[in-house]
Each structure stands twice: as structure tokens, then as C-alpha cells.
């Protein structure tokens, strides 16, 4: 009885985990490559996306500099301004202001600091203290800095290029203030998926344009931000957790004219195709499972059943009870032979018996 509860209660579920496996584990090892795969080619495209759009931010920037800053040294190799005659000089700096109307103020300032044009007409003021100014009177072929206007509460962009003629000594410098107006919401108006933007900082880590004016409004400091950290030290796509315990991914750029760019999207958002991709294979591993379960149950029952039986009959035939019926013999299958030896064993054994009782019962003959 032991050996048929053995068979009873072991040769099913070693079927059933046997069928389970060897329909799942492909399957699963096929998904886990596939997932692997997937989630390459997903990390690899967002990079891709961040990098398009950081790239695309920064040569818009570099060529919205340059084109400013181009105009601005030819202006200041004309006669007009080479004269410091500050009569000379406003025509040429109001003419500047009327043709690139994104410039609210054009000005020369002499060696000293000291304002000569202006392009408003309004009273000569002491630049000398300014940074741009003095970046110019040091030597540099260039000056730029952003601040917030006064008058609209906006960030502003100054810049400046000395005022010489070549091979002569320095005179002064000429300079440009213009709204940011366009380029801030050429930045803030990038989309990337859900919740991806891009933000601009200068070169001391303070925003120029952002998503939340606040933000830009008080040149917020962000010199700290992980993405700015980041391509300090020679990195430029990380992966980091905000302040608010945000999974992000993000990438920075540096312009060529020192500023940085950087463009961000949260985790969930830029990886979330992985995760249907997840969903799906594991939906398809769980329906998978189920079937290869209900097939197993109906199969290894069909299997089962019949060994359970013959078996039971075997152990009846070994008991001496020769008389049990034999099922399953007209099956074409494995189980059909074993039923069908087993029958053939009875019917030995049964005959054998009666050759055995016959000789019993005969009287022995005299010798």
C-alpha cells in the first residue's frame, strides 16, 4: 500500500512541476533576455532624447550669443564710436536699439568707467564698478553678465567688447543690455515626455530661464544641482534623487559661452515603456503558468489514474486475488501494454494455480 500511495500522491506533482518547468523556464529565460534587451534600448533612446534636446538648447544659445555678440564688434570698430564723441556715438547706439528691438539700452564707457552714449538718452551714470565693464578694461575680448532688470523685475543679458582700433591702446568699452525674453521661453517651453524641461544656469550656477519663474525671478542658485556637479567633473548624463525624493534622469551641457544647460525628466516617466514592457511579458508569464498548469492537470491525470489502478491490481495479484478485472487494455499507449501484461501475468498465474490444484487433487499411483 505504501508504494501505491507513493504513485498516488508523487507521480502527479512531479508531473505537473515537470510539464510547469519545462514550459515556463524557456519562456521566462526568453523574457529575461527580452526585458534586458528592452531596457538598453529604452535607457540608450532616453539618453538620446535628453542629449537631442541639451544639444539643440545649447547650439540655440551659443548661436543667439554670437550673433549678439558679433553685431556688437562690428559697432564698435565704426568711426561713430571709435570718436567717444558721445553726439557721434547716440545716433549710432538709438540705431542699434530701433534695428535689434531686443536691446532696451546700447552704451559706450571710457577707461574709467565713466558713461559717454547712451542710446535712451537719459543722464550718464559710473559703470566702472561693473562687472562686464571691468572684465573689458582688464583685457578680455569680451564681457557678459546676467542681472534682473529694474525696471521689469526680468533677468537681463550685458555684454561688452572693447572699443580699439588695432594696434592702439584701449579707449573704452561698448555694451548691450537685452531682454531674454525669446530665449527663456525657447528653454522653458521644451517638452520632454510627461514631466521632462530644461532649465538654464550662468556661469556662476544662477538661473537665466526655468520652468517655475520664481525661479528665474530671483536668479535662484543652483551651482549645486547634481546635473551642474555633474559636468564639472567631466560627466554629463546621471541619474540622481531630487529634494522632494524624485527619482530623475538628466543631462547638462556647457556652452561655449560658459553657461550651462541642463535637461531633466523624472524616471518613472522616461523609463515607463520598461515597465509595460514588464507588465506584458509577466502578464504573459502568468497566463502562460495557468495553461501549462490546467494542460498538466488534465494530462497527468490521464496518466495517473490508469498507473494508480493497474497498480492497485498488481498488488491485488501479488495478494493472491487473481479475479480483479483489467482495465485500460484496448488503449493504444504505454499504459495499454502495461495493462495488457498485466492481464497476460494474471492469466499466467491463474492457470498456473489450477495446474497446481488439479495435481493436488489427483491420488499418487502405486508403484
Same mark, same amino acid.
Given at each position: 500500500?505504501?508504494?501505491?500511495?507513493?504513485?498516488?500522491?508523487?507521480?502527479?506533482?512531479?508531473?505537473?512541476?515537470?510539464?510547469?518547468?519545462?514550459?515556463?523556464?524557456?519562456?521566462?529565460?526568453?523574457?529575461?533576455?527580452?526585458?534586458?534587451?528592452?531596457?538598453?534600448?529604452? $535607457?540608450?533612446?532616453?539618453?538620446?532624447?535628453?542629449?537631442?534636446?541639451?544639444?539643440?538648447?545649447?547650439?540655440?544659445?551659443?548661436?543667439?550669443?554670437?550673433?549678439?555678440?558679433?553685431?556688437?564688434?562690428?559697432? &564698435?570698430?565704426?568711426?561713430?564710436?571709435? &570718436?567717444?564723441?558721445?553726439?557721434?556715438?547716440?545716433?549710432?547706439?538709438?540705431?542699434?536699439?530701433?534695428?535689434?528691438?531686443?536691446? #532696451?539700452?546700447?552704451?559706450?564707457?571710457?577707461? !574709467?568707467?565713466?558713461?559717454?552714449?547712451?542710446?535712451?538718452?537719459?543722464?550718464?551714470?559710473?559703470?566702472?564698478?561693473? $562687472? #562686464?565693464?571691468?572684465?573689458?578694461?582688464?583685457?578680455?575680448?569680451?564681457?557678459?553678465?546676467?542681472?534682473?532688470?529694474?525696471?521689469?523685475?526680468?533677468?537681463?543679458?550685458?555684454?561688452?567688447?572693447?572699443?580699439?582700433?588695432?594696434?592702439?591702446?584701449?579707449?573704452?568699452?561698448?555694451?548691450?543690455?537685452?531682454?531674454?525674453?525669446?530665449?527663456?521661453?525657447?528653454?522653458?517651453?521644451?517638452?520632454?515626455?510627461?514631466?521632462?524641461?530644461?532649465?538654464?544656469?550662468?556661469?556662476?550656477?544662477?538661473?537665466?530661464? *526655468?520652468?517655475?519663474?520664481?525661479?528665474?525671478?530671483?536668479?535662484?542658485?543652483?551651482?549645486? *544641482?547634481?546635473?551642474?556637479?555633474?559636468?564639472? %567633473?567631466?560627466?554629463?548624463?546621471?541619474? #540622481?534623487?531630487?529634494?522632494?525624493?524624485?527619482?530623475?534622469?538628466?543631462?547638462?551641457?556647457?556652452? *561655449?559661452?560658459?553657461?550651462?544647460?541642463?535637461?531633466?525628466?523624472?524616471?518613472?516617466?522616461?523609463?515607463? !515603456?520598461?515597465?509595460?514592457?514588464?507588465?506584458?511579458?509577466?502578464?504573459?508569464?502568468?497566463?502562460?503558468?495557468?495553461?501549462?498548469?490546467?494542460?498538466?492537470?488534465?494530462?497527468?491525470?490521464?496518466?495517473?489514474?490508469?498507473?494508480?489502478?493497474?497498480?492497485? =491490481?498488481?498488488? !491485488?495479484? &501479488?495478494?493472491?486475488?487473481?479475479?480483479?478485472?483489467?482495465? #485500460?487494455?484496448?488503449?493504444?499507449?504505454?499504459?495499454?501494454?502495461?495493462?495488457?501484461?498485466?492481464?497476460?501475468?494474471?492469466?499466467? =498465474?491463474?492457470?498456473?494455480?489450477?495446474?497446481?490444484?488439479?495435481?493436488? %487433487?489427483?491420488?499418487?499411483?502405486?508403484?
Amino acid at each position: 500500500m505504501a508504494e501505491t500511495n507513493k504513485i498516488k500522491f508523487g507521480i502527479f506533482p512531479k508531473m505537473l512541476i515537470a510539464m510547469a518547468l519545462i514550459a515556463v523556464v524557456p519562456l521566462a529565460i526568453t523574457w529575461y533576455i527580452n526585458l534586458q534587451s528592452t531596457t538598453n534600448r529604452i $535607457h540608450e533612446h532616453v539618453n538620446q532624447q535628453l542629449d537631442r534636446v541639451a544639444d539643440g538648447l545649447v547650439s540655440y544659445v551659443d548661436t543667439w550669443v554670437e550673433m549678439n555678440l558679433r553685431m556688437l564688434q562690428q559697432n &564698435s570698430a565704426l568711426p561713430q564710436i571709435l &570718436s567717444m564723441d558721445p553726439s557721434q556715438q547716440n545716433i549710432l547706439l538709438k540705431k542699434i536699439t530701433d534695428v535689434y528691438n531686443w536691446n #532696451y539700452l546700447a552704451f559706450t564707457v571710457d577707461k !574709467e568707467g565713466q558713461n559717454i552714449g547712451r542710446s535712451d538718452g537719459k543722464k550718464t551714470k559710473y559703470y566702472g564698478d561693473r $562687472h #562686464y565693464v571691468q572684465t573689458v578694461l582688464h583685457g578680455a575680448s569680451r564681457g557678459q553678465q546676467v542681472l534682473i532688470g529694474k525696471t521689469s523685475g526680468k533677468p537681463s543679458f550685458v555684454l561688452s567688447v572693447p572699443i580699439q582700433e588695432p594696434n592702439k591702446p584701449l579707449q573704452g568699452v561698448l555694451a548691450i543690455a537685452m531682454t531674454i525674453a525669446d530665449l527663456s521661453e525657447r528653454v522653458t517651453q521644451v517638452k520632454i515626455g510627461e514631466t521632462g524641461y530644461a532649465f538654464l544656469v550662468d556661469e556662476n550656477g544662477r538661473v537665466i530661464a *526655468h520652468q517655475t519663474p520664481e525661479f528665474t525671478k530671483t536668479r535662484k542658485d543652483m551651482s549645486d *544641482h547634481p546635473a551642474a556637479v555633474a559636468i564639472s %567633473k567631466g560627466l554629463e548624463d546621471i541619474i #540622481y534623487t531630487n529634494e522632494n525624493g524624485v527619482q530623475m534622469v538628466a543631462t547638462a551641457r556647457k556652452t *561655449h559661452y560658459g553657461w550651462y544647460l541642463v535637461a531633466e525628466q523624472t524616471y518613472d516617466d522616461a523609463f515607463s !515603456e520598461i515597465d509595460a514592457a514588464n507588465r506584458k511579458a509577466l502578464i504573459l508569464l502568468g497566463a502562460t503558468l495557468a495553461f501549462v498548469v490546467l494542460v498538466a492537470l488534465l494530462l497527468s491525470r490521464g496518466f495517473s489514474i490508469p498507473i494508480q489502478r493497474l497498480t492497485t =491490481i498488481s498488488e !491485488e495479484i &501479488s495478494r493472491g486475488k487473481i479475479s480483479s478485472q483489467i482495465s #485500460y487494455t484496448n488503449r493504444k499507449d504505454e499504459i495499454g501494454a502495461l495493462a495488457r501484461a498485466i492481464d497476460r501475468l494474471s492469466t499466467s =498465474i491463474r492457470l498456473a494455480m489450477k495446474r497446481l490444484r488439479q495435481g493436488i %487433487k489427483k491420488p499418487a499411483t502405486a508403484v
